[in-house]
């Protein structure tokens, strides 16, 4: 209750975040092109962002963020007629806006306490001509499509999260990919840890933040896990949760040889 009255107290410091404006050359670029720049760019293996050399040189992004902006399935129905497709838009722009709102956000250092707050709730975007926090964006459009795997997909910079892939979501390979997605999720065992002494499985607190969309497809929280871990968990063993860290997920900073700076796609790979 109290945190809720909080909420509705804090409600008017809502803030818009600008649309970036964009040049008639960068308005030529596609979009989903730009996207795929700042994936392979910027992202490491490990699913680590290099947000110091992005901040300084966001353009890409803000060609994808814009176009984000401007359509979408809501208003451009006739464009994703797939649920692939819509659900390969939703997660490509989840993405895309949570890794702008870490460089509008100036680059926090984690994103707990009240910067979650205004992060997911107070920040608004504007997607597909409406304006929406990431957090409705999540709840109300994202997880009503019924797909649970895109909580091994969805990616909000932190550290507590799935590794961000270095290529976009495409429609036509998306069921494969959350499926891999998953696999290497529920094998990580940062998001999976087994104590056959005690017979307690600890799994990520991302099943418990959307445990009823978890249990739609299985009929208790190990048997889902199971789906997908290489080892098969007896479904008797009691379940804990993992703390979810919420550093963000940043590349370390690699510091240059004396007298020589490093370009953008250096830092990517020097902390690879």
């Known amino acids: 209750m109290r945190f809720l009255l909080f909420l509705i107290l804090l409600s008017g410091c809502s803030t818009l975040v600008k649309v970036p404006e964009i040049s008639a050359v960068e308005g030529s670029v596609n979009p989903q092109e730009a996207w795929r720049k700042v994936l392979a760019t910027y992202v490491d293996d490990k699913g680590r962002v290099n947000f110091e050399g992005l901040s300084r040189d966001p353009s890409q992004l ?30 490509n ?31 608004k975007f504007v997607i597909a001509g409406e304006e929406m926090s990431l957090y409705k964006y999540e709840n109300s459009v994202i997880r009503a499509m019924g797909e649970e795997r895109v909580h091994v997909a969805l990616n909000c910079m932190s550290a507590g999260c799935p590794r961000l892939p270095k290529v976009p979501f495409m429609a036509q390979s998306l069921d494969t990919d959350l499926d891999k997605l998953a696999k290497y999720f529920f094998n990580e065992s940062r998001n999976v840890q087994v104590d056959k002494e005690k017979k307690v499985m600890k799994v990520s607190e ?67």
Do not use: C
Request: glycine share 4%; hydrophobic share 35%.
């Open 62 to 91: 803000r060609i994808y963020v814009a176009y984000v902006a401007k359509e979408g399935p809501s208003n451009h129905p006739e464009k994703f007629t797939s649920k692939e497709q819509k659900l390969a838009y939703y997660l």
């Open 93 to 123: 722009s989840y993405n895309a806006l949570s890794m702008y709102n870490i460089i509008d956000s100036g680059i926090p250092e984690s994103l707990s306490g009240l910067k979650k707050v205004k992060f997911f709730y107070f920040k």
């Open 206 to 272: 991302i099943l418990s933040f959307f445990t009823d969309d978890f249990l739609k497809k299985a009929k208790n929280l190990v048997g889902y896990v199971n789906k997908y871990h290489t080892e098969k968990i007896p479904e008797d063993y009691e379940v804990e949760f993992i703390p979810y860290d919420w550093t963000v997920n940043a590349q370390p900073k690699v510091a240059p040889p004396s007298g020589k700076s490093l370009s953008n796609a250096d830092q990517t790979e020097s902390a690879s």
